[in-house]
């Protein structure tokens, strides 16, 4: 899951949401460089997306992407997933995903010192354009696999990405409802055994 799910399954804990959000800028026993805290958020990261890698929806979504993309075609469903969840109304409305949205960059505001330094020179970024507000509309997600292509060692081409989102909208949709509530319930329970 990318970084709106990410947020979102910290159930409101700040330090956990400030390691799920950094984790993807920290590499193996690095973690334990962490206040404990930040540290169950990393963990509770590398779990979220070991289960996602491994459930059967998000493995049929990435055959979408994979004659184009290959490896990468998990981040596109990622980001892709994002998008479902940020219009998922049994999750969010408008107003309160536009509340959720700064109220993430609020907490994360007080984290600054735990950033990884790649995280810190992104985070502006993410802050400013409303990253994670803006995987609500199509052209944020647009931007995104854009984003994803700039900063990808091997990819030159957003477009067809987008395209095949486009085309593939109401399955990815689907995929997406098959998928969010079982990792919903798998995140809590991951996050409990941390404690």
């Given at each position: 899951m ?35 805290e930040?540290?169950?958020g ?7 997306d070991a ?6 929806a998000?493995r049929?979504?990435?055959n979408?992407f ?13 980001v892709a997933f ?8 049994q ?9 959720f949205?700064q ?6 505001d007080?984290f ?18 409303n ?37 593939n909208y ?9 998928f969010?509530?079982?990792l ?8 409990d055994t941390l404690?």
């Amino acid at each position: 899951m990318n970084y709106l799910a990410h947020a979102y399954l910290s159930f409101n804990e700040p330090a956990v949401l400030a390691g799920n959000l950094i984790s993807d800028f920290v590499k193996g026993k690095q973690v334990l460089q962490f206040p404990e805290e930040v540290r169950r958020g990393i963990l509770l990261h590398r779990a979220i997306d070991a289960y996602t890698d491994e459930h059967a929806a998000t493995r049929e979504a990435k055959n979408i992407f994979k004659p184009y993309y290959r490896l990468y075609s998990a981040a596109f469903i990622d980001v892709a997933f994002d998008h479902f969840l940020a219009n998922d109304f049994q999750q969010f409305t408008d107003d309160s995903l536009s509340r959720f949205s700064q109220e993430v960059y609020t907490s994360m505001d007080t984290f600054l010192h735990v950033f990884p330094e790649r995280f810190r020179v992104m985070y502006p970024y993410m802050k400013q354009q409303n990253w994670l507000y803006n995987y609500r509309s199509r052209l944020g997600i647009e931007r995104s696999f854009a984003g994803l292509v700039r900063r990808a060692a091997y990819l030159t081409d957003s477009d067809t990405a987008f395209k095949l989102f486009e085309d593939n909208y109401d399955a990815l949709q689907v995929y997406y409802a098959d998928f969010f509530p079982t990792l919903h319930r798998h995140a809590l329970k991951v996050l409990d055994t941390l404690r």
